[in-house]
């Protein structure tokens, strides 16, 4: 799942495809891909005032928020620099394990955390096209592959096993009885839930899916998940598929305070993505490599192509305010030197957790939603990966550990990538698997050391990790994991200090508890040469993602042309699909939230 990003979506999605399809055949149809706009590199048009005058933009992080503004940009004719403290890519990026290739191999691929690019994505697709690949018409984007079932595995009971892609005869007029009748179909199907809770928990999906815009923002963003589907009044089962495992594992936060807009918006997506409507294809897709070879290293070499600089190693430590303006960005370096760069324009495209660190008091009183930022909240959700000397394709997709006390999700990635031999091409020539797994809470004790994450060593994170993985997959009479084909582990480098009161984490997680979208700033700000992109920025994926990094980017720079009065073609930025079938029914509850009264299907 990415990592940013969705990478903790994949939970909703399964369920909400397995309601969806029980509103359609099962044969396999090609996703539908949205009519929005498609531009390439070659007319973006002019840039006005701004090219004619080759104005410089210093874009401060190289993530996927700061490569995206840089290839906007560059495509515009801008001058770019970008600044990255660590590595190009950021939290997406794929991490060479160091001393594990032998024989002219390359190193064994690590990560922060698995790639998940749902269907629903449309602005990030969008730039993975225009990144040139070799023998790829489409691009970078032609990396993307397919799964085709998700796995909620659980420990000492019956694991859930669903198909996941599009349905192949969706209808073509969605009615809110449907909608019902599909979502309480699958739960008593795949569950052993109570009826009258499938059908009280169907009732809340449909009430979401019925409220306007204002009810969404003003109330469900104000209102805890747990809260919503009436968590503390339900079964213990419940709770656990429904309340915890959903939103613990989608966005790393506790579903007694997560909010409901966000959980929600998730799962209305994943709903359309599985209808194939708004899609650019199936709903849980990966990439055919590690990220560095499928998309990271193409990019950069593109932006180079574009013209853009990359300066790293290059830490932002202050952006200096003087006479209404950024009047520069100081920047330390690795070997303890410091000094300013400037640019006629900046986009601060870092994590939130290190863009807030360089907004000074007199560029926070310039502009007060820099600091509401402080109230935004990170939290650690980070990736381990196994590296084993047999394939081990658990699923053809991925994996939600449900039970497990850390909130494990994972995926067998050496199964998609069919284009490389594992052992001819990385490592030692053993290893012929990459079980990567992300671990989404490090506060709870273990089931093999009795003690939190935080408090374990690294090797203890490690060997629990592996326990909670077997705890799960190994009690169905079947040995899917197996000691004897465990080669090596690899845990994300941002992570430090474990075990010790210092343990740290250099590249955490934005999380979602009730009223975070009111803390979260727009792309442009009221300094007229500062503009913010970040996956904490406020865009129409309400949710810390890759998606969301590229939407706020495009944003950005639309917003720096806007300021310049540059006559180049905007970004588009593509919303998230919403049902026409339900825009009455909302425009009725519009009227109903004015009026003091509830959604028309609440039944409280």
């Known amino acids: 799942m990415d990592t940013g990003g969705t990478r903790r979506a994949f939970v909703a999605g399964a369920a909400a495809l397995g309601g969806t399809a029980a509103l359609g055949g099962t044969a396999a149809a090609a996703p539908r891909r949205a009519d929005g706009p498609r531009t390439g590199p070659g ?49 997406a990026r794929s991490i060479d394990v160091p001393d594990s290739a032998t024989g002219g191999r390359r190193p064994l691929p690590g990560e922060h955390g698995f790639r998940f690019i749902p269907g629903f994505y449309q602005n990030l697709p969008d730039t993975l096209r225009r990144i040139p690949f070799p023998g790829n018409p489409n691009g970078c984007h032609d990396n993307l592959v397919a799964s085709t079932e998700v796995l909620f595995a659980r420990i000492g ?39 009258h809770e499938v059908t009280y928990f169907a009732n809340r999906v449909l009430v979401f899916l019925t409220s306007c815009e204002q009810r969404r923002l003003e109330v469900w963003e104000r209102t805890p998940w747990w809260t919503f589907v009436r968590a503390a009044r339900m079964s ?38 599985v209808l194939g409507r708004g899609a650019d294809g199936e709903p849980d897709r990966v990439l055919d490599a590690p990220t560095n070879e499928a998309w990271i290293d193409p990019w950069v070499r593109h932006l180079r192509g574009l013209g853009v600089r990359f300066e790293l190693g290059a830490t932002v430590t202050d952006l200096p305010y003087a006479d209404g303006r950024v009047a520069g960005a100081t920047v330390s370096r690795a070997d303890g030197t410091r000094h300013t760069v400037t640019a006629d324009h900046y986009i601060c495209a870092m994590p939130v957790e290190h863009a807030r660190r360089t907004w000074g008091p007199a560029l926070r009183a310039a502009d007060p939603q820099l600091g509401r930022t402080d109230r935004l909240q990170t939290d650690w959700m980070t990736g381990i990966q196994f590296y084993l000397t047999e394939p081990t394709p658990v699923v053809h997709g991925h994996v939600n550990h449900l039970d497990s006390p850390w909130s494990l999700t994972s995926v067998g990635q050496a199964q998609y990538w069919k284009e490389r031999d594992f052992p001819s091409d990385y490592g030692d020539g053993q290893v012929r698997e990459c079980f990567s797994v992300d671990v989404s809470e490090w506060e709870k004790p273990g089931i093999l ?20 993985l077997k705890a799960g997959l190994n009690d169905t009479g079947r040995t899917v994991l197996r000691d004897t084909a465990l080669h090596s582990w690899f845990l994300d480098p941002a992570v430090q200090d474990l075990g010790t009161p210092r343990a740290s984490n250099d590249e955490q997680l934005l999380i979602h508890p009730t009223g975070t979208w009111f803390n979260r700033p727009t792309a442009h700000t009221a300094v007229p040469n500062l503009f913010l992109a970040g996956d904490y920025v406020t865009v129409d ?17 639309n917003a720096l042309l806007d300021r310049t009065g540059s006559d180049a073609e905007r970004c588009s930025v593509t919303p998230l699909y919403r049902a026409p079938e339900f825009e009455a029914l909302k425009r009725h509850d519009e009227t109903r939230y004015r009026l003091g009264l509830p959604n028309a299907f609440d039944l409280g």
């Open 43 to 91: 007319n973006r048009g002019g840039t006005g005032r701004a090219g004619a005058a080759r104005q410089t933009v210093a874009v401060l992080g190289g993530g996927v928020a700061g490569l995206t503004a840089a290839h906007e940009l560059a495509e515009r004719g801008f001058a770019v620099t970008v600044y990255e403290r660590k590595a190009l890519g950021g939290k």
């Open 157 to 195: 009971r019956e694991d859930i096993r669903l198909p996941f892609g599009t349905v192949g005869t969706p209808p073509e007029l969605l009615t809110p009885d449907e909608l019902l009748r599909a979502i309480t179909g699958l739960l008593l199907t795949a569950t052993r839930l109570p009826a």
């Open 236 to 273: 213990e089962e419940y709770q656990r598929l429904l309340a915890i495992g959903i939103t613990r594992n989608i966005i790393a936060t506790k579903a007694e305070v997560a909010s409901t807009r966000t959980v929600a918006n998730c799962f209305e997506a994943f709903i359309f993505n």
């Open 449 to 468: 050391y009795g003690k939190p994450a935080k408090q374990c060593t690294r090797e203890e994170v490690a060997r629990e990790v592996w326990a909670q």
């Open 541 to 557: 994926v309400d949710l810390a993602t890759m998606e969301g990094a590229n939407a706020s980017a495009r944003q950005a720079v």
